[in-house]
């Protein structure tokens, strides 16, 4: 297998034949649903078993707002100013 990919070395799954349109949308498709699932995580740290601060939840959801923010002006316009790839308090 490749190493951190899943799959066996050498194959793709990509379709031989995909166009750009159906690749950004198998790729999207993923990409949303990891994203939405890691977001939802975040959510529940907001239950009881946690301990946060107003301005903890804020540079959280700053960060996070940063980077969608980032993601879709990406779309508007090419060569976007790229935002941080971590996140620490």
């Given amino acids: ?25 198998r790729l999207a498709s993923k990409r949303m649903t990891k994203t939405l699932n890691s977001i939802r995580q975040l959510g529940q740290l907001s239950g009881s078993g946690y301990e946060s601060s107003p301005e903890q939840v804020a540079k959280m959801f700053g960060a996070l707002n ?9 779309f508007q316009s090419k060569g976007a100013k790229q935002t941080a790839d971590s996140f620490k308090f």
């Avoid at 034949?17 to 949308?25: P, T």
């Avoid at 940063?66 to 990406?74: E, G, Q």
């Fill in 66 to 74: 940063d980077a969608a923010k980032s993601a879709y002006d990406k």
């Fill in 1 to 25: 297998m490749a190493k951190g990919k899943g799959r066996p070395a050498g194959k793709s799954s990509t379709p031989a034949n995909e166009s750009k349109a159906e690749k950004f949308i």
